[in-house]
């Protein structure tokens, strides 16, 4: 069955042999008649009328409805025909626009589907936690959409309880030194004023001892016995310390019994009892031993309490193993602890172990009670910090819980429903967010729309190379729809076939979709896909990033191994060493991704499905690359290759009927291939663009001075307008061709570029001569001037080989003079301003384009030829002289 271009081809065929029978008017002075030559391409609504006009004379039996019938069918056939090629070559123009209207469309849609698909579950469906619905099959599969824990609160709170009861009591230790320094301080105070009363004793009774001497007496009757002759000086003494009883209990800050405080006063508070209360409460401290005279709670369940020390000796001392105890805080058995009862007698039981001989058994005993009464309590409950360590308890204690993973099945479609999946829908519905699809939408839409925007700009800002015409950015967001939808949709129907082997993750083809931006765009394009892509993948799976650093570095390399294929089998080659390479990085992500459970075979399954993945990316690149390429106006290295072939119409037509261009079009081929391999462009690109610069010669070859065999120049009937007109319309009539054939935006801009805006220098100076006033503007290229380095080289080239060729003896010094005229001329009429072409560029093209002619070119050593024999001219032609060394 014919299809609808070959069909239109036909006709458009049929019309030009009708119409080429007119004959044009050429030399009239009409300036609209100088239009005439170009007059074959008519309006192919005139072929109906005439099919209509030639089966009236032929058919004049046939009936008139029948006529009207044939007649109406072909004109709305042909209609049919005109509406679709205006619609594609519309289509084909705006797929190619930086159209700002059309990007924020495509911008607005792809930003709503995402901020639609990231929406989880729990916000687009409610759970049935009603318990009418006990007994009820379920229709749909129930997947958790992140991570649930499902608590069982009475266990737990047991747990808690128990928790807060082995928390022990912290106290703050307190040391004693101010308390030792107040006790011998009020013990010196109350000596000294036992001294004051005896040198005035001393004084009273007129004894003869200089004043010098008092004191000395009054230390020796202090220090002498009860007993001793001496106690006729101490009666005045109880008064005295009576007097002072209240600063002395100020200082040492507690009141004193009766009867110690007698002791005291009869033994005039000696100095040795408060460094002997000092010792025993160094013992406490080196010995773990703390007072706290109100004791521990009767109803503390724990068999220790954490001291906190601040001084430089504290020390870990742990009665029960595997304890995490604080910098400066030690656990304390309960038993070290000294309250008010049990003061007295643990003072009395440090006697022998402080070795005091020098006190009496009585002696000590007023020690000890002088200690049990002065002695502080060492350390003091801390409150807030034992509340906080419960709380923090509390708070870690082990919950009775149930984990459900993101993407596990709670329930299958179908199943019943029980109570404990009630009591699990309800958990889920608890901790899903407490928040309506609506404002999940929005939500996600705002950041996304704010991320997307801000990697947008710094794109477009930092890489010149960065691709988004309109057609760019719906392949993208086409393909990102794509992946998505499969991977919120499919792969957990797939999960569920593969009994929910989180495994079949990586079967997913994502290398497929970045490897086909990158073979139909570039790799900075790819990049910018690869980067939202992974941002995607990241929130899809927000508790595993295994699977997006996976696919991120897999479609990195699967990038890098398909640079510039050139055909389907290469592409599967290139996937096969993929493939390989995937598994090893599967393999490795594979040991450490928990949601494969550490499991030897689920590593070996993630393992296989990454095998899978790569074939699966490859196949699917290999089928879809042409339906891309035809529905989105892009042309890859594939389709390249088969332009470059003999079997493209195009080269046929060029070398049977512009023979000369097509020789001239395979020369400067030869010439950018090399150079553009050399600048790092795509040499098969720049090659393929030389083929079809010249296609439009096609309309009118013998107007070109290298299809001329019999060297008749068909411009001498012509003005030098007219022929000016013809030479640069070959431009116009090219780019026509290659939108008819679908060659593709590059080879149209090959077409239109390589030329630029430059003169047609010939036919201008003989205008000059004919009319001094000739516009310079008639005898110029309608352009544009090159916009990238390829068009660029291409312009450069061509005009080289034309020059090049034309010259008498083509020395090496004589090429390399004529390239840099060319490129110095095409820099004088800018014709490299709209392009990032370099001076260091220039050179290099230079330098290559030498190189390439003196191949070309190359001279050949003179054969010496035998005089006996007869050369032919054949022959001898095919050995040239030697024109340059």
């Known amino acids: 069955m014919r299809s609808i271009k070959e069909t239109n081809d036909d006709l458009n065929i049929k019309l030009i042999k009708e119409f080429k029978k007119l004959k044009f008017i050429m030399e009239k002075s009409s300036e609209n008649e100088e239009e005439d030559i170009f007059r074959w391409r008519f309006s192919k609504f005139e072929k109906p009328y005439k099919i209509y006009d030639s089966w009236q004379k032929k058919r004049e039996d046939t009936p008139q409805i029948l006529l009207w019938f044939v007649f109406s069918s072909i004109f709305y056939y042909v209609t049919l025909l005109e509406k679709f090629?205006?619609?594609?070559?519309?289509?084909?123009?705006?797929l190619r626009q930086k159209d700002t209207k059309s990007r924020f469309v495509i911008f607005f849609i792809f930003t709503a589907f995402l901020a639609w698909i990231m929406i989880p579950d729990s916000g687009k469906e409610s759970y049935p936690v009603d318990e009418k619905n006990i007994g009820h099959s379920i229709d749909h599969s129930i997947i958790a959409d992140k991570d649930y824990t499902i608590i069982n609160e009475e266990e737990t709170w047991k747990n808690q309880k128990r928790a807060q009861n082995d928390v022990p009591n912290t106290y703050d230790f307190v040391?004693?030194?101010?308390?030792?320094?107040?006790?011998?301080?009020?013990?010196?105070?109350?000596?000294?004023?036992?001294?004051?009363n005896i040198k005035e004793t001393i004084v009273a009774?007129?004894?003869?001892?200089?004043?010098?001497?008092?004191?000395?007496?009054?230390?020796?009757?202090?220090?002498?016995?009860?007993?001793?002759?001496?106690?006729?000086?101490?009666?005045?003494?109880?008064?005295?310390?009576?007097?002072?009883?209240?600063?002395?209990?100020?200082?040492?800050?507690?009141?004193?019994?009766?009867?110690?405080?007698?002791?005291?006063?009869?033994?005039?508070?000696p100095a040795r009892i408060p460094e002997a209360i000092a010792e025993i409460s160094e013992y406490f401290n080196q010995n773990d031993y703390y007072i706290l005279r109100e004791g521990i709670p009767d109803d503390y369940v724990p068999k220790h309490i954490v001291v906190r020390k601040k001084d430089s000796y504290a020390q870990e001392i742990s009665s029960e193993p595997n304890q995490t105890i604080k910098i400066n805080s030690f656990f304390i058995q309960t038993g070290k602890i000294i309250n008010s009862a049990a003061l007295k007698a643990e003072?009395?039981?440090?006697?022998?172990?402080?070795?005091?001989?020098?006190?009496?058994?009585?002696?000590?005993?007023?020690?000890?009670?002088?200690?049990?009464?002065?002695?502080?309590?060492s350390i003091f409950y801390n409150a807030e910090t034992t509340e906080y360590n419960k709380i923090e308890a509390t708070n870690q204690a082990p919950k009775s819980e149930r984990k459900i993973s993101r993407g596990e099945r709670v329930i299958s479609s179908g199943a019943v429903i029980t109570k404990d999946d009630i009591e699990v829908f309800k958990v889920m519905q608890e901790q899903s967010e407490n928040i309506s699809g609506e404002s999940f939408f929005l939500g996600n839409f705002l950041f996304i729309a704010a991320f997307i925007s801000i990697v947008f700009l710094v794109f477009t800002r930092s890489i010149g190379k960065f691709r988004y015409r309109n057609k760019d950015m719906l392949l993208m967001t086409c393909l990102m729809i794509t992946a998505l939808l499969l991977l919120r949709y499919a792969m957990p129907r797939i999960q569920e076939i593969a009994y929910d082997n989180k495994a079949v993750y990586y079967f997913f083809p994502l290398p497929f979709f970045v490897a086909a931006v990158r073979v139909l765009i570039n790799t900075e394009t790819a990049c910018f896909f690869l980067?939202?892509?992974?941002?995607?993948?990241?929130?899809l799976f927000p508790e595993n990033y295994f699977i997006p650093v996976f696919y991120l570095f897999g479609s990195l390399l699967f990038m890098y191994i398909i640079f510039h294929v050139e055909s389907s089998s290469q592409i599967m080659w290139?996937?096969?060493k993929f493939s390989i390479v995937s598994m090893g990085l599967a393999l490795t992500i594979g040991m450490i991704d928990s949601s494969l459970n550490h499991s030897g075979l689920n590593v070996f399954a993630a393992i296989l499905c990454a095998f899978g993945s790569a074939m699966l990316s490859g196949g699917l690149l290999t089928i879809t690359i042409p339906l891309f390429e035809s529905t989105l106006d892009y042309v890859t290295n594939i389709k390249y290759v088969s332009y470059s072939t003999m079997s493209n119409e195009l080269i046929k037509q060029m070398s049977v009927y512009a023979n000369g261009?097509?020789?001239?079009?395979?020369?400067?081929?030869?010439?950018?291939?090399v150079a553009a391999r050399e600048l790092g462009l795509n040499p098969l690109k720049c090659k393929v663009m030389a083929y079809f610069h010249d296609i439009g010669k096609l309309e009118r070859p013998e107007y070109f001075t290298e299809n001329q065999r019999d060297r008749k120049n068909a411009h001498d009937n012509y003005r030098p307008t007219m022929s000016a007109r013809i030479i640069t319309?070959?431009?116009?009539?090219?780019?026509?061709?290659?939108?008819?054939?679908?060659?593709?935006?590059?080879?149209?801009?090959?077409?239109?570029?390589?030329?630029?805006?430059?003169?047609?220098?010939?036919?201008?100076k003989k205008a000059k001569e004919l009319d001094p006033n000739a516009s310079e503007a008639e005898f110029k290229y309608a352009g544009p001037s090159p916009r990238s380095k390829e068009t660029a080289l291409l312009m450069i080239a061509d005009s080289c080989e034309a020059a090049v060729r034309s010259m008498d003896k083509k020395t090496e010094n004589g090429i390399k003079t004529r390239v840099q005229e060319i490129i110095a001329g095409k820099i004088r009429e800018n014709q490299f301003v709209n392009c990032n072409i370099t001076t260091k560029d220039l050179q290099t093209i230079e330098d290559s384009l030498v190189n390439t002619f003196s191949g070309i070119y190359h001279g050949r050593v003179k054969y010496p030829q035998d005089k006996a024999k007869e050369v032919s001219p054949v022959a001898a032609a095919e050995v040239p002289e030697q024109e340059y060394k």
């Open 205 to 269: 009774k007129n004894l003869p001892f200089p004043p010098e001497f008092h004191e000395i007496l009054a230390d020796y009757v202090i220090n002498s016995g009860k007993n001793s002759d001496l106690r006729e000086f101490k009666t005045g003494l109880p008064a005295v310390f009576m007097k002072k009883r209240g600063d002395f209990e100020r200082i040492i800050g507690t009141p004193l019994s009766n009867q110690v405080f007698r002791d005291l006063s009869e033994n005039i508070f």
């Open 347 to 377: 003072i009395l039981h440090t006697k022998d172990k402080l070795n005091m001989s020098d006190f009496t058994a009585h002696g000590f005993e007023i020690v000890a009670e002088v200690g049990s009464w002065t002695m502080k309590d």
């Open 574 to 576: 290139q996937t096969f």
């Open 175 to 196: 040391d004693q030194k101010k308390n030792l320094e107040a006790l011998n301080e009020a013990f010196k105070m109350m000596r000294d004023a036992a001294k004051e």
């Open 729 to 764: 319309n070959h431009v116009k009539y090219g780019l026509e061709l290659a939108k008819k054939y679908h060659l593709g935006e590059e080879i149209e801009s090959a077409i239109v570029e390589h030329h630029g805006t430059t003169l047609v220098g010939y036919f201008y």
């Open 531 to 539: 980067f939202l892509l992974s941002a995607a993948l990241s929130m």
């Open 661 to 673: 261009t097509y020789q001239h079009s395979l020369t400067v081929a030869s010439l950018v291939e």
């Open 85 to 94: 090629d205006e619609f594609s070559e519309k289509y084909i123009g705006w």
